[in-house]
Each structure stands twice: as C-alpha cells, then as structure tokens.
C-alpha cells in the first residue's frame, strides 16, 4: 500500500482565496484524521471521521474551515477565505477501527502558507 | 494550561550516551500514553506507546509513566546521530464529545552530536 496520501504537499495561496487540501487514506482504514501543525501550538487535531461521518469537530477553528468525506477513500479540508494565520503544516491520518488509538498513519502533509 | 507540557529544547546528546525525554499531562483520567518521532520536514511516526505504570523497554527504547504524578518520559540509549528528531509525546483522553482523542505536546527537539 503507497499510505496515506496527500496532496498538494506545497500550497502559496494570498489572503482571501479558497484552498482545498485533499487526502487518500490507506485503503481499508476506517478512520480519517486530519490535525494542524504550527511551531506555537503543536499538533492539533481538526475532525475525525468514522466510516465517512464527522464525529468530532471541535478542533476546527472556525467557520471558514470545513471538512467532507464524501466516500471511504478521500477527503478534503477546505478553507475559504484563508488568512495568514491559516499557515501551518496540515496533517491527514488514518486508522484501522481494530486497532489501537495510537496506530494512526500519517500522510507526508501539506505545507500551506497564506500570504 | 496546556494539557500536554514538554520541554521544547533543544537537548544536544553526545552520542552513544543516553537521551531523556519528558512529558507531563493534565488529565488524571488519561490512560494511553505515547510517542512520536518527527524527523524535519516529515511527518510523525509511533516508536513507543505505554499503558499501565512502570517501564517498557523496546530495543534502544524505554518509556516510563508515572500516573500518579502525572508524567511520563522517554529514555533513548546509545543514542545515534540517526535519533536527532523532535520527538512528540502524546496523551489519550476523552473529549467533550465522550470520544477519545489525542492530545500532543509541541515536542522536544533533540541532537545527537557526533
């Protein structure tokens, strides 16, 4: 299996416009993550899906951020309209619903910076 | 506070000693404990999980929990060059929403010197 999959891995967008981050997880994998990475605040977790639902978003910041699943093998983050503080790294993992919390499998990520 | 603390570094280890990580947590009822290692620019990857008190070895790998005072650390011996990464520590609890999650801390940066 070539992982869990993202893409772009660079994203330079200018304030304001709408970016659309995209993730393929390992086949088979019911779980879905995708977490936030900045310098001041670490990892942090955005949404989870399980079986293509939303089951915990209370880590998305704020109305400009949504996230879909419209089937088991992507999903997208999206924001619109982006700001400065939007740059981050942006992380997709996933997991086997048999398995352990902690055996969660992250993409290369996505390297976002907003202008 | 933040729920997850770990020291940001960085630590600079000369190698073949021993590396010592640590991490403390705010949640009394956290039962998973775990961590990561992020070489730069990549994405993180599981070298350690730990559940009950007490010491897990795994080759060049200890963790240790102490539940009681909440902290928990990670001991790297014969330290390679190849270990230089940040490593993150990571906590199971439960959200508002009664499902778990994993909280992380903003990890440690850590340098072997050759």
């Known amino acids: 299996d070539a992982g869990v999959i993202q893409s772009p891995r660079h994203e330079v967008t200018e304030m304001g416009q709408e970016v659309t981050l995209r993730c393929k997880p390992i086949?088979?994998?019911?779980?879905l993550f995708w977490y936030r990475q900045t310098m001041m605040r670490g990892l942090e977790l955005l949404i989870y899906?399980?079986?293509?639902?939303?089951?915990?978003d209370s880590g998305m910041p704020e109305d400009r951020f949504s996230a879909k699943m419209p089937n088991a093998s992507f999903s997208t983050l999206k924001i619109q309209p982006s700001e400065p503080r939007d740059s981050a790294v942006y992380f997709c993992?996933?997991?086997?619903?048999?398995?352990?919390?902690?055996?969660?499998?992250f993409g290369p990520g996505t390297r976002l910076t907003v202008l | 506070q933040k729920e997850v603390e770990q020291n940001s570094g960085p630590l600079s280890v000369p190698e073949g000693a021993i590396a010592s990580l640590n991490c403390t947590y705010s949640?009394?009822?956290?039962?998973?404990f775990f961590w990561y290692r992020q070489y730069s620019g990549k994405s993180p990857e599981l070298i350690m999980s730990?559940?009950?008190?007490g010491d897990k070895e795994d080759g060049r790998f200890t963790a240790q929990l102490n539940k009681a005072s909440q902290y928990v650390s990670l001991l790297i011996r014969d330290s390679q060059p190849s270990d230089s990464a940040t490593y993150l520590c990571?906590?199971?609890?439960?959200?508002?929403?009664?499902?778990?999650?994993?909280?992380f801390g903003t990890g440690t940066r850590l340098t072997i010197i050759p």
């Open positions: 949640d009394r009822v956290s039962q998973s």
């Open positions: 990571a906590v199971s609890s439960i959200s508002n929403f009664g499902n778990e999650k994993l909280t």
């Open positions: 899906f399980n079986n293509n639902v939303p089951i915990d």
């Open positions: 993992a996933s997991r086997l619903a048999g398995g352990g919390y902690n055996e969660q499998f």
């Open positions: 086949s088979g994998h019911d779980y």
């Open positions: 730990i559940y009950s008190n």
